[in-house]
C-alpha cells in the first residue's frame, strides 16, 4: 500500500481513507486546514491509480493499514476517518482493532449488502470499461457523483487509469460489505455522516453502524448527497473533525 503523508511527524496522527475511485484528492483540502496542526496519512487504497497492489478485499486493505499502523505509530493514532468504501475499510480496522484509535468518522458506508446489483458489476463494467478512458463520457460520470469542477482533472487522470479487473473488484466489494460482528466491542468515539439526499439504503446503512457502535453519534446532513461534506465543504468537515475532539 502507498502512503501520502503531510503535516508535521511529532503531532497527533489523523488517517484519511479515500472513496473508491477516488484518490488522496478526496481530502485535498483537508491537507491543507490540518497540516499545521497534525500528521496526516492518505493511504492510496489498493487496485487505484498510484497504488502499488491490486484490489482483494476490504478486509486485507484493513490488515495492511493495521500493520502500517502498529509498525509505525505503536499501534495506536489520535483519529480515522473514511468515506464510502474508505469508511468501510474504517469499519473493518475497528472491528479488528477496537481500541486503534480515539475517534473515527464514518461517511457515507454501506453494510446492508446489495447482492443483485452485484451480480450485475462485472456485465456493466465489460461493457462500459473502454468509455472511461474518453473525456465526455468521464464528464458525465464525474458530474453524476456532484464532485466539485475544480477537481475533474484529478478524477479523470485517476479514474481513466484504473483496471478493468481493480475496478470490478473495488466495486463489488463495496456493494457486498457487511459490518463484523466484533465491532459491537468498538469503544472509539465515532460520528457518523449521511446526506439526506443519498439513497435510503445508505441512511439505513448508517442507523445501522450507529445502533453497534455504542459510543457513536449520528448525523443526517440536511440537503447533501453521497459523499459531499468531505470532498465539497472541507472547511464544514474539518469543524466536525475538530468539535469531535
Not at 12 to 31: C, K
Not at 163 to 190: D, G, M, P, Q, V
Not at 210 to 224: A, C, M, R, V
Amino acid at each position: 500500500m502507498i502512503i501520502k503523508e503531510y503535516g508535521i511527524k511529532n503531532k497527533e496522527i489523523i488517517i484519511l481513507l479515500h472513496g473508491g475511485g477516488l484518490s488522496w484528492w478526496n481530502y485535498i483540502d483537508e491537507i491543507e486546514l490540518l497540516k499545521n496542526d497534525y500528521r496526516l496519512i492518505i493511504p492510496i487504497l489498493d487496485g487505484h491509480f498510484g497504488s502499488d497492489k491490486n484490489f482483494t478485499s476490504i478486509e486485507d486493505n484493513a490488515k495492511e493499514i493495521i500493520n502500517f499502523i502498529d509498525n509505525n505509530f505503536n499501534g495506536k493514532v489520535k483519529l480515522i476517518c473514511g468515506l464510502s468504501l474508505g469508511g468501510q475499510i474504517a469499519l473493518e480496522i475497528m472491528s479488528q482493532r477496537n481500541s486503534i484509535c480515539d475517534y473515527a468518522i464514518i461517511e457515507s458506508a454501506l453494510v446492508y449488502p446489495m447482492k443483485n446489483i452485484s451480480k450485475l458489476v462485472e456485465f456493466l463494467i465489460n461493457m462500459t470499461y473502454k468509455l472511461i478512458s474518453k473525456k465526455l463520457f468521464s464528464k458525465l460520470q464525474f458530474k453524476s457523483l456532484r464532485i466539485r469542477k475544480d477537481l475533474f482533472e484529478l478524477y479523470y487522470n485517476d479514474t481513466s487509469k484504473i483496471t478493468k479487473e481493480n475496478l470490478i473488484s473495488f466495486i463489488k466489494a463495496n456493494l457486498n460489505y457487511k459490518i463484523k460482528e466484533n465491532l459491537r466491542n468498538c469503544k472509539i468515539k465515532t460520528l457518523i455522516l449521511a446526506g439526506s439526499k443519498e439513497r435510503q439504503i445508505i441512511k439505513k446503512s448508517a442507523y445501522k453502524i450507529k445502533n453497534t457502535i455504542n459510543s457513536s453519534e449520528l448525523e443526517i446532513l440536511e440537503g447533501y448527497y453521497h459523499g459531499e461534506i468531505s470532498v465539497n465543504y472541507p472547511k464544514e468537515y474539518v469543524n466536525k473533525i475538530k468539535k469531535l475532539f
